[in-house]
Structure formats: C-alpha cells, structure tokens
C-alpha cells in the first residue's frame, strides 16, 4: 500500500440516490475509491452502472435528479460531502478538471474556443489573461491541434469532433489540475480519430503528472489509459485490480463476460443471386456531393457491412437505397426491376420490399404508441390485417424476436435499450421484407447487449432467408456477422468484397488504418500501433 | 458577401413583399366596410346626383383596382391622402391632410411604447434571470405568481385598480393623461406614468416568464454542467452562458410586446383618454373615414412587420453558427 502521503482521492463507501418514476433509487450503492497522485484509474461498466454519478461525486458535484446520500469524499484532505458550495467552486476547474463525453455539446457554442479555454484559469485567479492565453496556445501544441496560435479563435462549429475533444482536454490542462475526470471522452469518436486523441491525452497526463479518472465501456480503450482499474455494475463494485492483472486474469464471472464479448463468429457464404445492386450512385445534399460514383451488389439471404467513419456516405447510400434521398445519377436495381429514384413513386410493394432500423431506437418510435400499435402499424398497411388476426401477427413477431405478449401493452418508454430496439426489428419484419438496412442499430448499446442483438439478427436471417446490409463504423461488428464487406471514406468505395478478403492482408491503405485503428485488448497496444502507423505514413 | 448581410437583405426584402400583401388585405378589407361615407355625410335624403357629384370628388366612383394603385402610389411617395372628415353636405371642406391627422396621436403612441418598453423590458429580463437564478425558490414563485395574475386580469380592470390606488387612495399620479404637442418631457412623462404602468403589468408577464423558460430549458445543456464543473458561480453561469444562447426565443417575445404596445393599446387609451393612435382608428372606423383607417391599419402592419424583422435579425446575429460559418 501506498502511504496516505500520495493519497489525492479518498472516497469511502459513497452512496447516491437518483430521482426517477417519483421516488429517489440507489444509483451508487456504496463504492469504495483511493487514487493516488498521479495516477491514472479506469473505471469501467455498462451504461446505467453508474461511472458518471461517480466520477462527478470526485468533483462534490451530484447532477440535477442526483443527490449524495452518504459515505466520505476527501480530496486532499477536503471532505467534499461538507464542503461549502463556495469551496467546492473553488476546488472545480482548479484542481479537480472535468472532460466531458461529447466535446461538441460541452462547449458553449456563443463563445471562442481560447476564452473558453483560459476561463476557469483566470475566473480562479490562477493566471493572468495574457498569461493564460499563451499557456493555452502552449497546451493546443501540445495537444497536436493544427495552427496553435490561430486555433482558439475559432468557435466549436468550427473544428472537427478530434479537434474539440483534444480543445477540452486542453481546457481541462489549463489550470494544472491536480485530477481530470475523464468522462468518455473519445466514444464519439471514429476510430481513427479515436487513436491519436487517446495518445495526445495520454502524453498530457503523463508530461504534467495529473492524475487522472477515465471513465469508460470500451475495456480496450481503458487498457490503453489506465495504470487501474475497477469494474462497476449497477452502482456496486465488481472487482479492481492494475490494469494487467484484470487483463490477464479477472476473478468475478461479471468480468470474465464482460472480457469474452464478440464471442459470435459468422461463417461467411458466398454464392448467391442479387437481391440489390447499386450503379454508379451520385447523390447530394443540396449541392454538396455526398456519394461519388457508388456501386455493389447484395446477394441474397447474405450480410453485407458497410463501414466507414462518419461522414463516409454510409447512412446517406441508405436514403437512395429507401428513396428518402433521390441520386442524380445511377440506379438501384432491386430484384431484377430498376426502382424509381423518388419515394412517392415506389409502389407499395417496392416499399414493403424494403425495411429500415435505425440507430436511435428512442427517437425511431413514437413514445405514446404502444408496442401493438407500433408493430401492428404495418401488419394493417401492407397486409390489411385488423383485430384477431393483426393481434396474432403482432404476437407472432413478440416471439420471434424472443418477447412475449406482455410487452404489447407497454409505451417505448418503460423498455429497455436493447428492447426497443428489437420492437425496431419486430415493425420491421412485420413487413415481410427481402431488405433490410441496419443503420449503426447497435451503437448505442452496451456490448452483451449488443450480442444479444447481433444473434437475433443472424437467426432471423437463417430463418427468414432475409438478406441485410449493416452499416456500421465497429470493425468488431463486421467481423462477428458480414458474408461480405464494403468500405467507404469520402463518399466513394475504397474496397469491396468477401470479408475473408477485406479483412486479411494486403489492405488498401484506409482499410489498414481502420483496421489498425481498433483498439485491442492488450496493454501497450497504443504505443504500437502510432508507431506502425507512423512508419506507414513516413 | 458576407452570408449574414445577404439573409438581412433577404429578411427585409420578404418585408416588403409582406407589406405589400397586407397592403392589399387592407384594402379589400375596408371595401367591405358595411356603410358608405357620402351616405353617411349626406343622409339619405339626398338626391342621386349630389351623392354621385360627391363620390366623383372623393373618386369613390372609381373602380376598386383603379383606387387601390392610386392610394398605393401616392403612399409609396409619402402622401396618404386626404381625411374625408371635415366635409359636408353644405360643400365646405374643413378636411386635413391624413399625415397632419396622424402625426401627432402616432408621436404621442410612441411616446407611451418607449416609454412602457424602457421600464417593462429590463424589468421583466431582469425577473426572468434571477427568477431562473433562483428557481423553486420562494422568490421565483411570487414573481411567477405576480406576474401571471397582473397578465390575468382585463387591462381595463388593471387600469382602474391603479387609478383607485395611485390616483384616487394615494393621489401620485394624474388619472387622465392630458397631453398636448407642446407639453414638455418631464409632465409628458408625469401624464404618462399610469397608462404606462398599467401596460408595464400587463406585458412583464409575458417576456419575463419566455426569459425564465428560455435560460431553464438551457440549464440542462451538456455546456451549462460543464460551467458548473468550472467552477463558475451561479451568476456567472446564467448571465455569461446561458443568456447569450437564449436571446432568440426572449427577442421574438419582446418584438411582439412592443408590437402590441403600438397597435392594441385602445382599452387604455381610453380609460385614461390618452390622444393615441388606437383611438383615432376606432374613430376613424366609425366615421367611415377611409383615408384615415388605411393609414392607420399601414402603419400597425410595418410596426409588426419592421419589429418582427427586428427579431429574426437579432436572432441570427446573436448565432454564432450563422454569424462565423465554417
């Protein structure tokens, strides 16, 4: 054990309440936390384990609906459970510094990046301003951020989702705190993104001895960051242990399944006819072009992957394939008929033919329908069927998407993640569809549950004969359920083909930095792969 | 071109068009008028010919489309024609230039909006910040509950219930509000001070509770913990990062309170017999003065038209994302 000298963070039996459906719930049910000058913790856990209450409850702040109901939290001798909020104040943005999850939405959009930056620097009295602003300019270099001296002009609209998540690290580095809380901060990131700001963050740490919390649920990302870390689920304490141990040798059965996630291994097939084929796509917003010149097939009864980070085309080459986005030039050519580019000119069949699931499984259903309304508005629009019978179709899709009838009379808002987003499933093999394009529809979720998912679709399509194309930017994802693999960047198509080809060398260059991009489950993986890809880029 | 300036020309040249719309709903609108002038002055007594020598005179006997570019024309060179009132039968014409007619009661209009506007906005925005600053709290449920019972009752009651208190009870004010052209600023302000109180409770309720929703609804905003987590105080978070994204939804409301004061204030012009626009319309309808209606009816749509263009130009000036594109 370390002496109580080095000690920074001591949080001993924490307990916190969260206000929902009109009455308080434990969220954080007694954690134990010690951190150490210096050092770095993860902590990890599904969503709803309760590593953000936690990792803010460092900084004395509870969320609105939260509240700190017990334990002790010292921060280099200051109990936080009864500082003032005065000194609490004092202490955040000061010593204690908070990265949040979405560099986009953390940052005011009225303001400059620089004044934004230097803020709590100068509000504390810590700096001068002009002080402040050439530190900052100092920590934008450091953070690789391109045009240091220019950067912090800019407003957040004005910089890419990398640039704003390294800007608020920076933000963070500003008044030398003695601890940042990291709070997700790279999740919504591309993966290619994703590697240089974890390693820019990680040199920042490191050069100015911070200690550091990171909270994540991407376990290889954690392995990466943290010198510990400790396992979280439903408000309690799993396990901690440094970061190779966990690794090498987790105790509790929790983590152990935690670490076998993407145990699902899809046996590619090849051979069949084309359910679709896109020609040569161009399309675009407006007059931006979105998608340049796109084409591939999809065999039947088949998975085909699109991948590529945002902004590559993905979702935009599903809203020609549905109509919802008209290409200007090209065709999609679906079982053997060219269809017509507009929606309103696609007959009712063409349109059951074809089914989408989105990757907000919140926002794709109405909150005040039920579960029979939402899956038996299809049943009724293209079928025809109404009472008994719809009942029965609605039912029969409960079951096939493994729910049973006590869900039809429950609102999206009383289901869990992963539970809406099998109803998406249920409406949309109500349909009777040959398509179905799968829009990141497991992004959102945690892993087992996105397992759960994953294997549900691949035995509908055993089943059902239904091919599907899966877009997604999870190159895990793709390996666990593809036949076949389509990469895009830029609007354009770098490689198609069997996955088996795609995913063994040699690569394109982009598909080899995605595919390298992936953070993997082992410590020092981070160092080694800036170094290959340095040397790819040199 | 900066994009900004182009949106503000275009926001402006869809005003005109707007105006002009109007213009013509104006109009048809006063066509419809049941009741005739001539016959009005004239009585029904007369015979067919003087009725039809006076409608030649005030080329009543025109067609519709004929008088409409007429009046429009001479509008769009600032002559809005003559008040058909100060005529009659006998042939003697009194009648005033419209302008000369309007001038006057639109100063005293403006006055009274400018003057209610200067105390009422900074009041409400004032309310509405701590009442957001403060929220749940004892204080923001009286401001809340103050204000929506003010907003609650009939202006006219709201006026009275001043009157009796501050003019009657407690005599501090004057109750009718007797003011001339040449009535210096300082009584003009003493003549005004019911009538613009009894407005000022009347439109704080509205722009104070839009401010307090505006910055609460960003409370919740990713940006807003993250000041939090900065350390900042209370204050320092409402007023430096919630306020400056706010001022879309609080300018709108504003725009439409100052609107309203210029053109619907009648009720308490009348109770306190201020010599206002709102009254000379009502007048004006009555006397089927049709000159007098057009101006006046041109004039409340620019007010509503020019302020709204105000709003939407303040809010996207107040966007960052609009004002510094990519």
Known sequence: MSSEADTLLEMRDVRIDGFADEQWHAIIKGVDLTLRKGEVLGLIGESGAGKSTLGLAAMGFARPGCRLTGGEILFDGIDLMRASERQKQRLRGARIAYVAQSAAAAFNPAYRLLDQTVESGIRHGLLRPEEARAEAVELYRAMDLPDPEHFGDRFPHQVSGGQLQRAMTAMAMASRPDLIIFDEPTTALDVTTQVNVLATMRNAIERFDTAAIYITHDLAVV???????????????????????????????????????????????????????????????????VLKDVSFDVPRGRTVAVVGESGSGKSTAARVMTGLLPQIAGTVRFDGRDLPPELSKRSKEDLRRIQMIYQMADTAMNPRHTVREIIGRPVRFYFGKTGREADARVSELLHLIELDDSFLDRLPGELSGGQKQRICIARALAADPDLIICDEVTSALDQIVQDGILKLLMRLQKELGVSIIFITHDIATVRAIADEIVVMYQGGIVEKGPKQDILSPPHADYTALLLSSVPEMEVGWLDRTLAEQGQAAS | MHPIIRTILQRLGLGLLTLFLVSIVIFSAVEFLPGDFTEAILGQAATKETVAAFRHELGLDQPAHIRYFDWIGSVLQGDFGTSFSGRSASGVDRSREVVELIAPRLMNTLFLAGMTAIIAVPLALFLGVTAALYRNSLYDRIVNAGTLSTISMPEFFVAYILILLLSTIFPVFPSLANIAADTPLIERVYASALPSLTLTLVIVAH??????AAIINLLASPYIEMARLKGLSGRRVILHHALPNAWAPIVNVIAFNLAYLVVGVVVVEVVFVYPGIGQLMVDAVTSRDIPVVQACALIFAATYILLNLLADIISIVTNPRLLHPR
């Open chain 2, 207 to 212: 722009m104070m509770r839009m401010t307090r």
């Open chain 1, 223 to 289: 392995a990466q960051m943290a010198d510990r870390i400790k396992v979280l689920r439903h408000g309690e304490e799993i396990e901690e242990a440094d970061t190779e141990t966990m690794l090498s040798a987790p105790q509790q059965p929790y983590t152990k399944s935690l670490w076998a996630v993407r145990s699902i291994r899809k046996q590619a097939e090849g051979n069949a006819d084309k359910v679709l084929e896109l020609n040569g796509i161009t399309a675009t917003y407006g007059t931006r072009p």
